[in-house]
């Protein structure tokens, strides 16, 4: 694969502000396991090996199970595996990460109302977003699993 620019070296002010990014992530009201499975789902969808493989590691040290992992890709025809509240995060993560489809649908923000406070559900979307940016940053650049990101 060709060598390609790598963002955070080339503009480390862009690293920056998405490492403020993830401060702020790191101080939100949402859990650890809810985020990971936003990072993991999110870069499933985008295909983002890098971010797959950092982010199953990470659930799996925060105490997240390997069935889980594995059946995350299905959460829709599986039940009692993922929580209501879980499948609710899950459908923000598929339907902002493919935001070009239909954007966040009216139905899902009506269920996340039932679970999430706004302030939750702008912590969940902010967390999609920033997902989504990393696994760009990591394709383009042609990162690898286990290399490091700088």
């Given at each position: 694969m060709?060598k390609?620019?790598?963002i955070?070296?080339?503009?480390?002010?862009?690293?920056k502000?998405?490492?403020g990014?993830?401060?702020?992530?790191s101080?939100?009201?949402i859990?650890?396991?809810?985020?990971?499975?936003?990072?993991?789902?999110?870069?499933?969808?985008?295909?983002?090996?890098?971010?797959?493989?950092?982010?199953?590691?990470?659930?799996?040290k925060?105490g997240?199970?390997?069935?889980?992992?594995f059946?995350?890709?299905a959460?829709?025809?599986i039940?009692?595996?993922?929580t209501?509240?879980e499948?609710?995060?899950?459908?923000?993560?598929?339907?902002?990460t493919?935001?070009?489809?239909?954007?966040?649908?009216?139905?899902?923000?009506?269920?996340?109302?039932?679970?999430f406070?706004?302030?939750q559900?702008?912590e969940?979307?902010?967390?999609?977003?920033?997902i989504?940016?990393?696994?760009?940053?990591?394709?383009?650049?042609?990162?690898?699993?286990?290399?490091?990101?700088?």
């Open positions: 060709q390609r620019v790598n955070n070296s080339a503009e480390p002010l862009a690293l502000a998405m490492t990014l993830e401060i702020y992530l101080q939100v009201s859990s650890k396991t809810t985020k990971e499975l936003i990072k993991i789902r999110a870069s499933q969808i985008n295909g983002c090996a890098y971010c797959i493989d950092m982010h199953t590691k990470d659930a799996l925060n997240e199970t390997h069935q889980r992992i059946l995350l890709n959460w829709r025809e039940s009692g595996i993922f209501d509240e499948k609710t995060v899950l459908a923000i993560t598929e339907e902002v493919l935001i070009h489809q239909n954007g966040l649908s009216d139905e899902i923000y009506e269920k996340a109302l039932q679970f406070s706004e302030n559900i702008a969940i979307v902010m967390a999609v977003i920033t989504n940016a990393w696994n760009r940053i990591a394709i383009i650049g042609h990162f690898q699993p286990g290399q490091g990101f700088a």
